[in-house]
């Protein structure tokens, strides 16, 4: 099994700030890594894929990076729809596993 | 439009069986690995199980497996989550979601898109 941590798990900001989400792994992934962002009472919804490929019709203020077992998802200037739970996902290899989440709110 | 609406949700007691169903429009289904996915109330996201777009491939979460069978019917555009000796850990929103990018790409791979979500509530 691939053991996630995300960090931090709670993340206060304001409007504007440009904020950083660390996701780093138990074994090596290459770059089989998702983020999804998730509003409360919704489903998640896709936002990168492949570590770094950012999803059609996302924001390009949104950004991944990292390979092998650390990774970031940075969003630049944060936005009010931007207050939500981040989580990362591997599948790189099965049981498919997910971070414990991120919750940006607001400051 | 690619859509995906769970249903079969509800209430059941410990030890009682629930099936769930998802019904995908607007891509070509038969030619997609899917997945479920669960989120407990107040939790974060588990995977549960996934299928091959053939069925020829089929995984499990240790916390499911032998209890919790994942199947589909390409005919039919449904996935199906048939869920046996149910107890109370098993609570949560159940998502199915469809493996992301290319059609015929594989199991291994990203969730898009997802469905709103069916939720199953395991109490006496």
């Known amino acids: 099994v691939i053991w996630m941590t995300q960090s931090p798990s709670l993340l206060s900001a304001s409007t504007g700030d440009r904020v950083t989400i660390s996701c780093r792994m138990s074994?090596?992934?290459?770059?089989?890594l998702a983020w999804y962002q998730q509003k409360p009472g919704k489903a998640p919804e896709l936002l990168i894929y492949?570590?770094?490929t950012l999803q059609s019709g996302v924001p390009s203020r949104f950004s991944g990076s990292g390979s092998g077992t650390d990774f970031t998802l940075t969003i630049s200037c944060l936005q009010s729809e931007d207050f939500a739970t981040y989580y990362c996902?591997?599948?790189?290899?099965?049981?498919?596993?997910f971070g414990p989440g991120t919750k940006v709110d607001i400051k | 439009e690619v859509q995906l609406v769970e249903s079969g949700g509800g209430l059941v007691k410990p030890g009682g069986s629930l099936r769930l169903s998802c019904a995908a429009s607007?891509?070509?289904?038969?030619?997609?690995?899917m997945n479920w996915v669960r989120q407990a109330p107040g939790k974060g996201l588990e995977w549960v199980s996934s299928?091959?777009?053939?069925?020829?491939?089929?995984y499990y979460a240790d916390s499911v497996k032998g209890r919790f069978t994942i199947s589909r019917d390409n005919a039919k555009n449904s996935l199906y989550l048939q869920m046996n000796s149910l107890r109370a850990e098993d609570t949560a929103v159940y998502y199915c979601?469809?493996?992301?990018?290319?059609?015929?790409?594989?199991?291994?791979?990203?969730?898009?898109?997802w469905g709103q979500g069916t939720l199953v509530t395991v109490s006496s």
């Open positions: 979601a469809r493996v992301g990018g290319i059609a015929a790409a594989g199991i291994l791979g990203w969730f898009d898109p």
């Open positions: 607007g891509f070509t289904f038969s030619s997609y690995s």
């Open positions: 299928i091959s777009s053939s069925s020829s491939y089929i």
């Open positions: 074994q090596g992934i290459s770059s089989y």
């Open positions: 492949a570590a770094s």
């Open positions: 996902q591997q599948y790189y290899s099965f049981p498919f596993t």
